[in-house]
């Protein structure tokens, strides 16, 4: 068994302290020697230091017995930074409220409030600006499907 992210997937449920915790990515780098395995962690209300230290503990003991305590690694279990795009539909729901900015499979681009968020997309009251530089809020839907980034956009008023 090669130690890959799949491999890592495949034991990180168990490895979760609550339901409320979830997989945003797991990556493991090429190096042969020393492979760093990265796993980036969500929550349905945020996720802290206690509670990647408990998942990077379990998923240590985890990859020790399927492995054996002679493999060499680097392992770093975080969260995702402010200004990492939202990769899950599940991550949507902490954000109501939050403005983002949304990047398109056409190309185009649409920032506005996150008001709720649908089964199959998110609706946001949607920034347009008009040639008189007045900017008008109109509510739009957008299936998840149609979305290719989504940033939250950060204010420092």
């Given at each position: ?24 990515k ?8 020393k ?51 939202l ?27 996150l ?16 040639k ?24 420092f008023?």
């Open positions: 068994m090669t130690l890959n992210a799949e491999n890592i997937k495949t034991m990180l449920p168990s490895c979760l302290p609550s339901d409320e915790l979830f997989v945003v797991v990556q493991v780098s090429d190096n042969p020697a492979p760093k395995i990265t796993v980036i962690l969500d929550g349905d209300n945020g996720v802290g230091i206690d509670e990647c230290a408990v998942v990077s503990r379990r998923l240590n003991n985890r990859i020790e017995t399927t492995y054996g305590d002679d493999i060499s690694y680097v392992l770093e279990v975080t969260s995702p930074g402010a200004d990492q795009p990769t899950s539909e599940r991550q949507y729901k902490r954000h109501v409220g939050r403005k983002l900015k949304l990047v398109l499979k056409d190309g185009s681009e649409k920032t506005g409030i008001e709720e968020v649908l089964a199959d997309g998110i609706k946001i009251t949607e920034e347009v600006k008009e008189s530089k007045k900017v008008t809020l109109v509510p739009t839907q957008v299936n998840f499907t149609d979305i290719v980034k989504t940033n939250i956009v950060i204010s008023k």
